[in-house]
């Protein structure tokens, strides 16, 4: 379980960006103790049209842009796909893990959640290089971001893997030099992309 506080950084750049922040606490990658991956989907697309309907909230743009790590970067991209089809403007995922269930990554499994459904203007995806790795990966190789944008080219507008990078290198608690360099790198892309 992973806390928004390990993301803080990230959070600052995107509010750096004029953008309002709404982000779960924690998220419970185990659908089978917390939420499945559509009901977290769902929930983030209501969220987004619940805090777009209160007064005050009418001049903020038509479409959004959502960023998520992990399990994050898959809700991210399923809200596209398949909940908020229209209202998603820029998404950035960084190493989103299509497991259990694989619903981007296995279409036939899944036929309404494709990314070929999404009208978003930019679909950014990160890959750390050793997320697939060891025992217990935290980022399988064969649904991973690699994946999603071998599927999905022409939804994809660009696929950055971070050579030497673990999957939890996006925390601020990973301090090492690698780690360090991912997370600037998703920074700059940010700045870039979302405004």
């Known amino acids: ?16 960006q004029n953008q309002v922040v709404i ?6 990658p185990l659908p089978i103790i917390g939420k499945s991956h559509n009901a977290m989907a769902e929930e983030v697309a209501g969220v987004v049209a619940a805090f777009r309907a209160l007064d005050g909230n009418e001049c903020l743009p038509s479409k959004y842009n959502i960023i998520g790590h992990s399990l994050g970067g898959k809700v991210a991209l399923m ?11 820029k ?26 459904n999404s009208e978003a203007a930019e679909i950014h995806l990160f890959q750390s290089e050793t997320g ?4 217990i990966p935290l980022c399988p190789s064969d649904s991973n971001a690699s994946v999603v944008k071998e599927i999905y080219p022409d939804q994809i507008t660009s696929l950055l ?30 700045a870039e992309v979302i405004n």
């Open 161 to 190: 893997i971070n050579e030497g990078a673990g999957h939890m290198a996006y925390q601020d608690t990973s301090e090492d030099d690698v780690s360090v360099k991912a997370r600037e790198i998703v920074r700059a892309k940010i």
């Open 91 to 116: 998404i950035i995922a960084l190493d989103p893990v299509d497991a259990k269930p694989r619903e981007l990554t296995a279409p036939r499994l899944s036929p309404r959640c494709k990314l070929s």
């Open 79 to 89: 809200v596209a796909a398949e909940f908020d089809i229209k209202n998603v403007n």
């Open 132 to 135: 697939g790795d060891g025992l």
């Open 1 to 16: 379980l992973l806390k928004l506080e390990t993301f803080q950084t990230t959070v600052d750049c995107i509010v750096e």
């Open 23 to 28: 982000a779960f606490k924690l998220l419970n």
